[in-house]
């Protein structure tokens, strides 16, 4: 079993740019697939990037890919998301995920998941 907790969520400008950690305790952390997801009020949660357990694969939303990157120190047991160009439509609590089974990337099918931060960007 892995525990997760985010931070780094704050207000920020549009075109500003914030970095989120996702601190993970517990099971190795090169076990796991990890992926970002964010659900804005009133809206579904969606998917946002994901790592593959090796590191070597990364996948993104077609909204965020350019703007947003996922990466993860082993050494320090944490995945990151640093989004930069940020819109208004990024606003949203941001969710860090662990899945046990995939291989590679995934969009669906976590097992673990942490209690969010909120990332405001204001127009």
């Known amino acids: 079993q892995v525990q997760l907790a985010e931070s780094g969520g704050g207000l920020v400008q549009t075109g500003g740019s914030l970095r989120l950690s996702c601190a993970a305790s517990?099971?190795?952390?090169?076990?796991?697939?990890m992926g970002w997801f964010r659900q804005a009020p009133g809206k579904e949660r969606e998917f946002v990037a994901a790592?593959?357990?090796?590191?070597?694969?990364?996948d993104y939303a077609e909204s965020v890919r350019g703007r947003f990157f996922i990466s993860r120190d082993i050494g320090k047991n944490t995945v990151y998301l640093e989004m930069s160009s940020l819109k208004p439509e990024d606003t949203a609590l941001y969710y860090c995920?662990?899945?046990?089974?995939?291989?590679?990337?995934?969009?669906?099918?976590?097992?673990?998941w942490g209690q969010g931060t909120q990332v405001t960007v204001s127009s």
């Open positions: 995920a662990a899945n046990a089974l995939a291989t590679l990337t995934a969009r669906s099918g976590y097992d673990y």
């Open positions: 517990g099971r190795t952390f090169g076990r796991y697939t």
């Open positions: 790592l593959s357990r090796s590191g070597g694969s990364t």
